[in-house]
């Protein structure tokens, strides 16, 4: 949207040069598109505020919450006393549960590291559909009559059939 109006403003202005000054239209279209283009980056900056604190809402509710599981498992523990005797049952050497482990390797993730990997990702198509784009032409073989032969082989068959036929 952003990019759209600035285009605008850019061919306005080119028409500017070769007009030799710009209509009272012209410069009220201009003013308009850089309104709007403040109000839009307003509110690009609210919704990433928004953004931030509902991820930051959103851990903080994750750290502080204990499941049910980890409360029955206190609730066993202390029934079952603190006796040394025990042997089988070693509560030192614990396990982590599936939600203390999701807690370590968990990271935050803001608009910016979001909108970065956006860029990557489509920084990465580009190169490979460059990449393909360069890669076709040398995947196309000619015959020696300089006719394009299919990779496909009965592609290939079925026109050399038919130039023998007609």
């Known amino acids: 949207m952003v990019s759209?109006?600035?285009?605008?403003?850019?061919?306005?202005q080119a028409k500017e040069i070769a007009q030799g000054g710009l209509t009272q239209g012209q410069q009220t279209q201009i003013a308009r598109n850089e309104l709007r283009m403040d109000q839009i980056a307003e509110e690009?900056?609210?919704?990433?505020?928004?953004?931030?604190?509902?991820?930051?809402?959103?851990?903080?509710?994750?750290?502080?919450?204990?499941?049910l599981k980890n409360m029955k498992g206190v609730v066993e523990d202390e029934d079952k006393g603190?006796?040394?005797?025990?042997e089988f049952y070693d509560r030192t050497k614990r396990r982590m549960g599936p939600d203390q482990k999701a807690e370590e390797k968990q990271t935050v993730?803001?608009?910016e590291s979001l909108l970065e990997k956006r860029e990557n990702i489509a920084k990465d198509i580009e190169n490979t559909m460059a990449a393909l784009q360069a890669e076709e032409p040398?995947?196309?073989?000619?015959?020696s009559r300089g006719i394009l032969v299919?990779?496909?082989?009965l592609d290939a068959f079925m026109t050399g059939l038919s130039s023998q036929i007609g």
């Open 44 to 67: 690009l900056e609210s919704l990433e505020e928004t953004l931030n604190e509902s991820i930051q809402e959103s851990i903080g509710a994750r750290t502080g919450r204990v499941g």
């Open 82 to 86: 603190q006796s040394d005797d025990d």
């Open 109 to 111: 993730e803001t608009a």
């Open 138 to 143: 040398s995947n196309q073989t000619y015959n």
């Open 4 to 12: 759209n109006l600035k285009k605008e403003i850019d061919a306005i």
């Open 150 to 153: 299919s990779e496909d082989p």
